[in-house]
């Protein structure tokens, strides 16, 4: 059970620094309103991720 909270903490950290690389690429080609649409809807994103990685690791 171990390993899978390592596997899942993994992904969680993968998908946020994908995001994070994601927004910063969108930011470039979307118009500024969308841009910080995408940036505020990631961020909601993250902090999802980061609660779902502490309840994994009660």
Known sequence: MVDEKNEVEK?????ISSGDELVDNLK???P???AESVAL??????LNLK???AFLNK
Do not use: P, W, Y
Not at 11 to 15: E, F, R
Not at 41 to 46: A, R, Y
């Open 28 to 30: 470039v080609v979307l």
């Open 32 to 34: 500024d309103s969308l």
């Open 51 to 53: 609660k779902i990685r």
């Open 41 to 46: 809807f990631h961020e909601s994103n993250v």
């Open 11 to 15: 992904l969680i950290d993968n998908m």
